[in-house]
């Protein structure tokens, strides 16, 4: 196991509403990116943070939305959810930006939009 | 821009036997690792082995080998001694020094019969 925690792990939600989905990052590690995977894809990059600030984004509408925490736990904030953004979400925590060092994976939210 | 191309859906081995899944990448960057994980059906991202750009020696991890050819931008995985286990989908990713993102391919399908 990783250390790293996601909730919940699937979530149906209806169209237009909103979701939150939530990662509790390894101990000691400030940095956590969020991917998007739909079915039969890679992970797509939405966005990451670093000590509480958004240091990237990927091509994800506004939207898309997150929060970083003091004990750089993080949360991904949907907003007018579409069928489209049913996927699994994953949320990788890894010490530091750059570097040589792996980043580390929750096992995934899986959102359904009906 | 980076890219990761992994041009096999789908892998068949047999057990005990040794297997290699294609990545080949394009990036500008003179600086990057590369990463492959192992995703089983439960959705977790599992790191499996780094390569760094400027290593000399290709990577090793137990049964998990990575084929670095930096010249033809390939990075194959090389698994040896398969085992039922290791049947999931296989993604090869790769992170630009200074960043923490990572772009991943489509992912490869291996499955592993007796």
């Known amino acids: 196991e990783t250390g790293v925690t996601q909730s919940p792990t699937h979530l149906i939600k209806t169209r237009g509403q909103q979701v939150t989905l939530r990662c509790s990052s390894q101990?000691?590690?400030?940095?956590v990116s969020w991917y998007q995977q739909a079915l039969g894809q890679g992970p797509q990059f939405i966005f990451q943070?670093?000590?509480?600030?958004?240091?990237g984004r990927g091509n994800f509408p506004p939207r898309f939305s997150g929060l970083q925490f003091p004990n750089y736990s993080s949360e991904l904030n949907v907003n007018a959810l579409e069928l489209d953004d049913s996927a699994l979400y994953l949320c990788?925590?890894?010490?530091?930006?750059?570097?040589?060092?792996?980043?580390?994976f929750g096992q995934g939210t899986r959102l359904t939009v009906v | 821009a980076q890219k990761i191309t992994q041009t096999q859906p789908g892998m068949f081995v047999q057990e005990k036997e040794a297997v290699t899944l294609d990545c080949t990448y394009d990036t500008s960057d003179p600086s990057y690792g590369l990463f492959w994980y192992k995703q089983p059906s439960s959705g977790e991202m599992i790191f499996l082995i780094y390569?760094?750009?400027?290593?000399?020696q290709n990577a090793t991890e137990g049964r998990y080998s990575l084929n670095f050819q930096k010249a033809r931008k390939s990075a194959n995985l090389v698994i040896s001694a398969s085992q039922l286990g290791d049947s999931a989908m296989y993604f090869c990713?790769?992170?630009?020094?200074?960043?923490?993102?990572?772009?991943f391919g489509k992912g490869t399908m291996l499955l592993v019969s007796p």
């Open positions: 101990s000691g590690h400030n940095t």
């Open positions: 943070y670093y000590r509480e600030e958004e240091n």
């Open positions: 390569q760094g750009s400027y290593d000399q």
């Open positions: 990713a790769m992170r630009a020094r200074g960043y923490s993102t990572l772009t």
């Open positions: 990788a925590s890894s010490l530091a930006v750059g570097g040589n060092t792996e980043a580390f």
